[in-house]
Structure formats: structure tokens, C-alpha cells
């Protein structure tokens, strides 16, 4: 069986973007970069909203890896071996390999992923990880707090819900951002 894992750069203040939509700021390094590596390694299925796709997609193509590092490289092999599955009412059709459209979200098809699944499963995009969350799927939250406030945005985690949650590891990074883990407990 593998593990709903919900894992994202987020901002101290828990946004995933500022006001303005972006996140540059979380542009990680390339220690962590290693990291997020190694994280994705264990997973054999990306569960994508719409826009997380669109943002993850930029993987496909080696056109503007060439002069990036060794570490960035590699992580496009990993993104590319992974099957990916996006929640979308409007996306015509995918551009990458190994991708599947969903119209809606099916909690009972993400169970069945879950349970029938050798290796773990990730869930990106803060609509539909709160889905996710608001149907008691995810087993885990792997964040990385970048040294930044941002004010206001796009929150990182479901409002209006309570999470109850175990601290599982965590680690601290040269550049200042800090990797932490938890379990997510289920009543």
C-alpha cells in the first residue's frame, strides 16, 4: 500500500505563492534540490490540480537544462519516471509522457490508488491536496519552510479544517530552509 505524501515549498507564514502569484522565492538550492530528489524517488504516482501541472510540466523538456546543474538534470529524469495524474474540468489534453486527465476528484479512485500501489503516491497543488485532506487521503505532510514571509497568497494547507499531526523528522538547511515531517493522525 503506499502513502499519500502532500509536500511543497511554503513560505513561514504557510503560502505556497504571494499575492501576485509567484514563488521565486522558493527556488531551492542546490542542497536542496538534492533533497527534493531523494523525496521523489519514492514515489511512483504525482497527483496534479491543474495549474500544479502546468508548473511541473516544464520538466518534459531537456531544451533549457543544458547549462543548469548535474542536480536539476537528474531531477528531470525522476519527474519523467513518474506516472502523473491531473484533476482538470478544462484541460483539453495533457503534453507529457506517462500522464492521465481526470475530470473530477474521485476520493474512492484515490483509495484504490493508494491500496493497490507499490510505491508512495504525492499529491501537489493546494486545491486539490485540500480535497485531498477534506477526505482524510493524506497520510503525510513534507514541507520545506523557506526563510521568507510573504504576506498573503496562496495558502499551503486547507482553512477551515482541524489536522492533528506527529512529527515524524526534520532537518535544517545551510541556506536557511527547514524540512520538517509529519504524520497526518486520522480520527
Not at 509567484?22 to 531551492?28: E, H
Not at 506517462?98 to 507499490?118: C, G, M, N, Y
Not at 510573504?150 to 532537518?171: C, I, N, Q, T, W
Amino acid at each position: 500500500m503506499g502513502t499519500l505524501i502532500y509536500a511543497a515549498n511554503i513560505s513561514l507564514d504557510g503560502f505556497l505563492e504571494d499575492e501576485t502569484g509567484s514563488f521565486d522565492w522558493s527556488v531551492p538550492d542546490e542542497d536542496v534540490h538534492a533533497f527534493w530528489n531523494e523525496h521523489e524517488r519514492r514515489i511512483g504516482t504525482s497527483l496534479y490540480g491543474r495549474r500544479m501541472y502546468e508548473t511541473m510540466r516544464v520538466w518534459e523538456s531537456d531544451d533549457w537544462l543544458t547549462n543548469e546543474p548535474a542536480v536539476v538534470r537528474e531531477y528531470a529524469g525522476i519527474w519523467r519516471d513518474t506516472d502523473k495524474v491531473v484533476y482538470s474540468s478544462s484541460l483539453a489534453d495533457v503534453s507529457t509522457a506517462r500522464t492521465t486527465i481526470q475530470r473530477r476528484f474521485d476520493p474512492a479512485a484515490v483509495r484504490w490508488l493508494k491500496e493497490t500501489s507499490s510505491s508512495d503516491l504525492s499529491i501537489g497543488g493546494a486545491g486539490i491536496a485540500a480535497e485531498a485532506f477534506r477526505h482524510g487521503l493524506v497520510d503525510e505532510c513534507v514541507l520545506l519552510l523557506c526563510p521568507v514571509v510573504v504576506g498573503g497568497g496562496k495558502p499551503a494547507l486547507p482553512r477551515g479544517m482541524r489536522l492533528d499531526l506527529e512529527l515524524l523528522d526534520h532537518r535544517r538547511f545551510g541556506n536557511g530552509v527547514i524540512y520538517i515531517r509529519h504524520a497526518v493522525r486520522q480520527a
